[in-house]
């Protein structure tokens, strides 16, 4: 019962992003929406992790199989956007490089921000 009480809070969070994402008139995802209400819901205390963890660590594990539906749809029109098959290679490297960037400065950020912590107490 736990497990599909957490479901139904993961759920929760999902539909309300679709919904936000209806109603306003941005190019943004729902799935940013999703995240950025959890990040919020879970920062300000109104959601506690004990109370999606065990849900949320269960669809980590299974992310991987969970992608593969995707991936063998785009191979279905890989001769569609062959012609621009280079660029969208391009665009995605250098799309996953910049994400490694800034993923790997914002976390040296926070570890020695947590050192100056440690040492200031």
Known sequence: MKYLHQAMILSAVTFAAELIKLLLPLPVPASIYGLIMLFLLLKTGLLRLSQVEDVGNFLLEWMPLLLVPASVSFLTVLDTIQGMLLPVLIM???GTMAVMCVTGHAAQWV???GKEAKRDE
């Open 92 to 94: 995605g490297l250098i």
């Open 111 to 113: 570890i020695r921000r």
